[in-house]
C-alpha cells in the first residue's frame, strides 16, 4: 500500500505539536524561609511550558550537556564535646537527633579530630609515652573516644552505613613538638628528625586500624588541621614544603602501604591560602602517587575564586570543605545560617566533592570547649533542662543535603537579567535522573524568575530571605 507523503508529514507534525504542547514536567518545590514557617517545606509545584513570549528577563538556565564534579557526601563533625552533649539526653531523643541528621538531612560524611582538638573537655592523645616512637603503648583507651566519639557514629552508621569519615591532627603529642606540648606551635612545629617523622607517619596508621578494629572505617585523612595557624588551642604549623616533606616521605608511603584505599588531602585551611598552598605541593613530582586531594575550611572569608583555580589548575585531585562553623556562637542566627548556605553553593559551584559543617551539638554557651573557642552547631542542648534547641542552619543546609546524594553531578546554570545577582544558585543531576536547582535569596524583596531547560521553562518567585529547592524528571 502506497501512503500519501503529505498525509505522513502531516501526521508527523500532528504528533510534534500534540508532544510539545501536552508536555506537563512537575517541578517540585520545598522552601526554608525566615520569615515564614517554612522549613524544607513542600510547596505548591510549578510545570515546564514552551518558551514563549511571556519568557521574563530573569532566567535561570540550566545546562545539563555541561558537567563538573561528582559529589562524595555532606555532613558534619563528631567532636568530644558533640558526642557528651548527644549523651546528655535520653537514648530516644539521642535517636531522634541522629535519624534528622543521618536520614532526613541524608548526611553521608563526617569529620573526626585525631587526637584532641579545641572542642574537647581537655587535650589528650593516645601514646605520650617518651621515646616509645614504635608506639607499642598506642591505645585509644588512653583517650575518650570508646565512650564518645565512636559511640556516636555507630549511631550514626544505623542511618547510613555508607558514611564517610575524614581524619584530622590538630597537634600530635607533645613529644613529637618543638614546644613539647599540645597546645599552640612552634615553627616549625615537628622536631626535626626523620625518627620523629616516621613515628608520626605511623601514628596515623594505628590510629586508622584502632578505629577499624572498633568497627569504624575511615575514608580519608588531611596530613594537618590549619596548618598556617598556631592557635592557643592545639596546633601544629607546617609550611607548604614541610608538608610536602612529610607526605611524600613519611606519611604517603606509610598509609599507601598499610591502608592504600584511604583518602590524603593536604591543605585543610583556609580559602585565601589555598591555591598557593596547593600549588607549591602538587608541583612536587613524586605527590602524585600519595596526595588524593586538597581541602579547605571557610573562615578567611569566600575566596571562591582561588578554589576554583586549583580545580582549573590541578583536576586530577578533589576538592573537599571540611570545616564550617558560625564564630562566635549566637543562637537563632539566620544571618550565619544564611552564609553557611551561601558558602556551600559557592564551594559546589567551585568543584567541592562535599562540604562538613564543623560541630553537630553544642550545649547553650557553645562548648565544652578547653580553649573558650565557642561558636554555633547544628543543634544546641540545655543538659539540665534536657532540651534541645535546632538551629536555623539545620534547614539551610538542609535545603542542599537532603537532596543532593552521593554521586550526584553538578551541572551548568547560566543566569541571565539584573535580579540574579541577588541569586545565589547550583544545579545538580541525580542517578535517579532527578534534576536538583538550589536556589537563594538574602535580599529583603520578592524576585520573580524563570527556570529555563532548553526549549521549556518555568515561572516561579522566591520570597525575601529564603531558600529554596526545585526538583523534576531530567527530560
Known sequence: MKINSNFLFLFLFLFLFNFCFSLNVEVEIYQTSQYTQDRITKKTSIYFQPIDSNLGDTQLILEPNITHQTIQGFGGSFTESSAINLFSLSTSVQQQIMESLFQYLNFSMGRIHINSCDYCESTYNFDDISGDYNLTKFNLSNGPDLQTIIPMIKMALNYNPNLKIVGSPWSPPPQYKSNNEMNTSSIPCLIDNITISESWALYF????????????????????????????????????????DFLINHLGPRLRQDFPDVKIFIHDGNKDTIFDWASLILSETEVFKYCDGVA???????????????????????????????????????????????????????NSVGWIAWNLILDMEGGPNHAGNNCTAIYHVDTIAKRVYVQPQFYYIGQLTKFIWVNSTRIEVNNQGIYTLNLDQVAFQRTDNKIILVVMTSVDYEIDFDIVYGNYYAKTTISPRTIMTFLFDKF
Do not use: H, R
Request: hydrophobic share 40%; aromatic share 18%.
Open 296 to 350: 579547605f575550611q571557610w573562615y578567611s572569608g569566600f575566596d571562591f575564586g582561588d578554589v576554583a583555580k586549583v580545580s582549573e589548575y590541578y583536576p586530577e585531585y578533589m576538592l573537599l570543605s571540611t570545616e564550617a562553623g558560625s564564630c562566635p556562637m549566637i543562637l537563632n542566627d539566620w544571618g550565619a545560617a544564611e552564609f553557611l548556605a551561601f558558602d556551600m553553593i559557592g564551594d559546589l559551584n567551585s
Open 205 to 244: 596508621s594505628k590510629f586508622i586500624q584502632a578505629y577499624k578494629d572498633e568497627g569504624v572505617d575511615i575514608w580519608g585523612v588531611t596530613v594537618q588541621n590549619q596548618p598556617t595557624q598556631n592557635n592557643t588551642w592545639e596546633s601544629c604549623v607546617y609550611s607548604a614544603y614541610q608538608e610536602a
